[in-house]
């Protein structure tokens, strides 16, 4: 709202330092630092809210040192990062972009779903909350309308090299001649593979190898890949979240690496220094993920062992989708094995462990176990290392994989 409303300013009366508002920079820091101004400041309000009406955790017993401490704990603390999100967002971004209106609408979605799992589990007494298929059924809900809108929507688009340059870019051209040349907008669904040199992919070609008319066809390919993300990284981001700052400080890390790409790939110049995909109108994401990872780190103030506030499915489920969705938007879903490397091994120890232990009991009659327990994180706490040197050591794991996943920009 602030962006317009200075774009009016400058355009009626001239007044100065707006053009400021048009600098997407000034306006991702400005939102960064009114997202860590909410979070903290009044996130403690929030909290105080949440003690006073009882929402508290409630632990079931794992067995784990420390954990009946926890009992009690504020939980649904992911509404601190919702509204430390969209409220900057609001102010500083073009609210006209699809890109950030498919992030609202999951911050939205996402929040919902997660709300009446802990709404469930806390003021109706029941542990096992939103039963899973109905939470599939959100994040499959969210996975149509974000591939559906990715796919159809007309500003959704890129830009890819040509012989002739575009005549709007001719004076781009004329003072960085060795910049490659564009073309003109096109649809598509060509996504990035890592570390290939002509590492571009379109899902098209899964279909229209049969006949090249199925390539309208396209979405029927690219709509399900959009769900199976969506719900596979939300989850992952739900499973993190079982110790203190785990989950928001390895989020925060993803967040501000996706920063980067959406940054570049927004930008023609950088798109072209870095021979990467130009995405038109993309850049605008970075309002969002600024205000998001400020969200974060605020959040980590009041997160951080020994937690005084629980994200709970609230917060957990709507990093996830966010995280999922910029990855798509920026064509960059492919790099999530290793940017969400974090919540990719706790969903796999998970998955190990209840195959494991099925097949074992199949086969000797007697359940076995890979892990101590799953997911990953909770391992290490029977081994009986203190949750803050596990979330540390997460947390650099989490940065040398974002340096990877950086990388891979150059390194073909």
């Known amino acids: 709202m602030l962006y317009y409303l200075f774009q009016y300013l400058d355009a009626e009366y001239q007044v100065p330092g707006a053009r400021l508002f048009e600098y997407i920079s000034f306006r991702s820091a400005m939102a960064i630092i009114l997202s860590l101004a909410i979070s903290t400041i009044y996130g403690k309000r929030i909290i105080n809210y949440l003690q006073a009406k009882q929402v508290g955790e409630s632990v079931r017993d794992l067995g784990l040192r420390g954990q009946s401490e926890k009992a009690g704990t504020p939980t649904m603390g992911g509404v601190i990062i919702i509204f430390a999100t969209l409220i900057p967002v609001l102010l500083f971004a073009k609210l006209e972009n699809i890109y950030v209106i498919l992030l609202i609408v999951t911050t939205l979605w ?85 570390f290939v040199k002509n590492n571009e992919f379109d899902y098209s070609s899964l279909i229209s190898w049969i006949n090249p008319a199925l390539a309208n066809y396209a979405w029927l390919i690219f709509i399900p890949i959009v769900i199976f993300i969506v719900t596979a990284v939300s989850n992952g981001a739900n499973l993190t979240d079982g110790i203190d700052g785990l989950a928001a400080g390895s989020s925060a890390i993803i967040v ?34 600024s205000a998001f990872a400020g969200a974060l780190v ?31 938007a920026t064509r960059k879903e492919l790099l999530i094995p290793i940017l969400c490397g974090i919540f990719l091994m706790e969903n796999l120890s998970v998955v190990l462990q209840v195959a494991w232990f099925k097949i074992t009991k199949k086969k000797y009659g007697e359940g076995r176990r890979i892990f101590l327990m799953s997911p990953l994180h909770h391992h290490y706490q029977k081994r009986g290392y203190h949750e803050s040197k596990i979330v540390v050591r997460f947390w650099i794991i989490g940065i040398f994989l974002a340096i990877v996943t950086i990388i891979t920009l150059k390194v073909r």
């Open 256 to 289: 501000l690496t996706l920063g980067i790409f959406a940054w570049v790939s927004g930008n023609i110049i950088f798109s072209d220094y870095l021979n990467i995909m130009y995405i038109p109108r993309s850049g605008e994401m970075t309002i969002f993920i």
């Open 110 to 194: 996402m929040g919902a779903i997660g709300f009446i799992d802990d709404y469930i589990k806390t003021f109706k007494k029941d542990k096992e909350g939103l039963q899973g298929k109905f939470k599939i059924l959100g994040q499959v809900g969210l996975g149509i309308i974000v591939g559906g809108t990715l796919f159809f929507h007309p500003g959704v688009t890129v830009k890819e090299e040509t012989n002739q340059p575009a005549p709007e870019q001719q004076e781009l051209v004329d003072s960085f001649q060795n910049m490659r040349e564009m073309g003109p907008e096109l649809k598509t669904t060509t996504t990035t593979i890592p």
């Open 298 to 328: 605020g959040f980590l103030w009041y997160n951080t062992y020994p937690a005084q506030v629980f994200m709970g499915d609230t917060g957990s489920l709507t990093i996830g989708g966010i995280i999922a969705v910029i990855a798509i």
